[in-house]
């Protein structure tokens, strides 16, 4: 049974730093790319992140674009998302998910390109 758990979220003054984690399990981890996704409160989940299962190809939305990196060890079974310059609109809940394929499919940005989602992990940043 495939499990992701996010963790690393908190509360962080803007401009601050995060390094969310999110550990899978029942899942050869290398085999499928994976995402991150956020979704602040009354707001529709919006995408993040995402990167290939190799690692070799990566997304961003343009929110998080300079100040997001994504990034993934086979190793350990997780990908990260270290966030840099926070700010107040970053305010979310965020979400990792694992796509259906190794590769990133060209709608890599839809929630329905991911089959798997962890619980998420409340990132809040204030001003």
């Known amino acids: 049974q495939v499990q992701l758990v996010e963790s690393g979220g908190g509360l962080v003054q803007a401009g601050g730093s995060l390094r969310l984690s999110c550990a899978a399990s029942?899942?050869?981890?290398?085999?499928?790319?994976m995402g991150w996704f956020r979704q602040a409160q009354g707001k529709e989940r919006e995408f993040v992140a995402c990167i290939s299962g190799n690692g070799g190809n990566i997304y961003y939305a343009g929110s998080g674009k300079g100040r997001f990196t994504i990034s993934r060890d086979s190793a350990k079974s997780t990908v990260y998302l270290q966030m840099n310059s926070l700010k107040p609109e970053d305010t979310a809940v965020y979400f990792c998910?694992?796509?259906?394929?190794?590769?990133?499919?060209?709608?890599?940005?839809?929630?329905?390109?991911?089959?798997?989602w962890g619980p998420g992990t409340q990132v809040t940043v204030s001003s």
């Open positions: 029942g899942v050869t981890f290398s085999t499928y790319a």
């Open positions: 998910a694992r796509a259906r394929t190794s590769y990133l499919a060209t709608r890599y940005y839809a929630s329905s390109q991911y089959s798997y």
